[in-house]
């Protein structure tokens, strides 16, 4: 389901009151390819859950400049809805995913393996309230930034 952040506050409170452990991802997730989806089966296999938090389109400009991205976040958030491995998909407009992780307080922060456990930005944060930070999926092979430059190579 794709929700607002209160309704997802309100979901991961549910779970948890069952005895359900929430991670979060969170990412742009632009022109989604087969290292997303690794990323993110990876960190649902951490949890029982697995919410997915999408960089808004305005977020993803600041964050990759023009002409990011290329798919709208509606649509972005309605792909990653449809994987089996995600629960719950919120669009978020802030720079970082610090105000999420606050609003959620999910028991695990999971970042691609372009990070370490120490290099996760937000890894203080998720201390802070006895949350971990994690790594998963396969190595950085995949990118839609690649993609993207491959696709310009060959228009020429």
């Excluded at 949890?47 to 808004?56: E, G, I, K, P, T």
Aim: aromatic share 4%; proline share 4%.
């Amino acid at each position: 389901m794709i929700v607002s952040l209160a309704q997802a506050a309100a979901q991961v409170a549910h779970w948890r009151g069952t005895g359900q452990r929430v991670a979060l991802a969170n990412g742009v997730f632009d022109l989604l390819h087969v290292g997303h989806l690794r990323y993110l089966q990876g960190a649902r296999a951490l949890a029982d859950r697995l919410v997915v938090a999408v960089n808004s389109d305005s977020s993803t400009r600041r964050y990759k400049g023009a002409g990011r991205p290329v798919i709208p976040q509606a649509e972005r958030a309605e792909l990653l809805d449809a994987l089996a491995c995600v629960d719950l998909v919120v669009v978020f407009d802030e720079d970082d995913v610090r105000g999420v992780i606050r609003s959620l307080r999910p028991e695990v922060h999971v970042k691609g393996t372009d990070y370490t456990p120490e290099s996760i930005p937000e890894r203080e944060e998720v201390r802070a309230y006895g949350g971990v930070s994690a790594v998963a999926g396969d190595p950085k092979d995949h990118s839609s930034t690649a993609v993207i430059a491959s696709l310009d190579a060959a228009r020429g």
